[in-house]
């Protein structure tokens, strides 16, 4: 019999997609070049890989551990309709119905709102945890809300001005809101740029497109952005001072406001006391915001 071969060749899925290049003048290549030397390619992947990767099975419980740390009994949810706004991949919603509250995670990604499903209902929780694939902007619940918790999304989410009145608006009288970020924008890790460089304060000394440059080309090689508001994720350039008018000018009122708590050692929290107590140098020196705030 005749013998019959074929020629054929593979491509990955994971192939990047190619982006247009960030335009560089002479000037801003000398500077790529210079802060490439304090970049790594460790985390290097390109958002299909990223997206390819496996969702971790289990139910990650730090993000409860971190807010119970964090706020003692305002956590004390067992009972308690709670909603968690920007909700991710579902795992402190989640760990909240496991711990007895009725839960709703609300995201604009679709694909981490099927996720957070997919966890729900291998932990046996998907009649105390259900999730909503919205802005929470759009969103309009039947009933309102005990407690509001938002983790890490205050400084990525692009209206933080509008969405601080709709989380008062989902509140129920006497409810609270409870929220953890950061870092924030001025602060030595504001753009979020430990994936590639340890440099602090990099987006106050070099351009954004030469950062950005500098990410596409060890970081994140098919993020097309030019501007920080535009990397996956965003970055709303989110300070301590415009936080606080945000929250004021929704109508709530403080009941803690605490900065760097996460910081263990001695001298790390006298340092940061000492830094954070400098008039006019708050909004730039403090690292992260954790403030809980309650409804006025
Ligand atoms: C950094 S992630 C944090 C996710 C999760 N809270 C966690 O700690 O793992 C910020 C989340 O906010 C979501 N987000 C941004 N804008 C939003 C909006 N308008 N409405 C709802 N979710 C939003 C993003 O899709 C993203 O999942």
């Known amino acids: 019999m005749e013998e019959r071969t074929i020629k054929a060749t593979a491509t990955s899925d994971l192939r990047p997609t190619p982006v247009p290049p960030i335009l560089l003048n002479a000037f801003d290549r000398v500077l790529l070049r210079l802060l490439l030397r304090f970049c790594n390619s460790r985390s290097r992947k390109t958002e299909t890989e990223i997206d ?8 990650d419980s730090r993000n409860l551990n971190k807010l119970m740390a964090r706020f003692g009994d305002g956590l004390n949810i067992e009972g308690l309709r709670v909603l968690d706004a920007g909700c991710g991949a579902g795992d402190l919603a989640i760990s909240m119905a496991l711990a007895g509250a009725e839960v709703v995670g609300v995201d604009i990604d679709g694909k981490r709102i099927t996720r957070a499903r997919e966890k729900a209902q291998q932990a046996g929780a998907a009649d105390r945890a259900t999730f909503v694939h919205k802005s929470l902007l759009d969103y309009e619940p039947d009933r309102l809300f005990d407690r509001i918790v938002s983790v890490e999304a205050f400084e990525h989410i692009p209206e933080p001005e509008r969405f601080l009145p709709k989380m008062r608006d989902l509140l129920a009288p006497g409810g609270e809101i409870l929220s953890v970020f950061g870092p924030l924008w001025l602060s030595p890790y504001g753009p979020h740029q430990y994936g590639f ?12 497109r030469v950062v950005l440059a500098a990410r596409r080309m060890t970081f994140r090689p098919t993020d097309a952005a030019t501007r920080y508001e535009d990397i996956r994720g965003g970055l709303n350039r989110m300070t301590v001072e415009r936080f606080k008018r945000a929250v004021h000018a929704a109508g709530l009122r403080f009941e803690r406001l605490a900065y760097n708590p996460q910081l263990s050692n001695a001298p790390a929290k006298l340092a940061s006391g000492a830094l954070t107590a400098l008039p006019g140098a708050q909004p730039g020196i403090r690292r992260n915001a954790r403030p809980p705030c309650a409804n006025g």
């Open 52 to 59: 390819a990767e496996r969702p971790v099975a289990e139910v």
């Open 197 to 208: 460089t340890r440099f602090p304060w990099v987006h106050l000394v070099f351009p954004e």
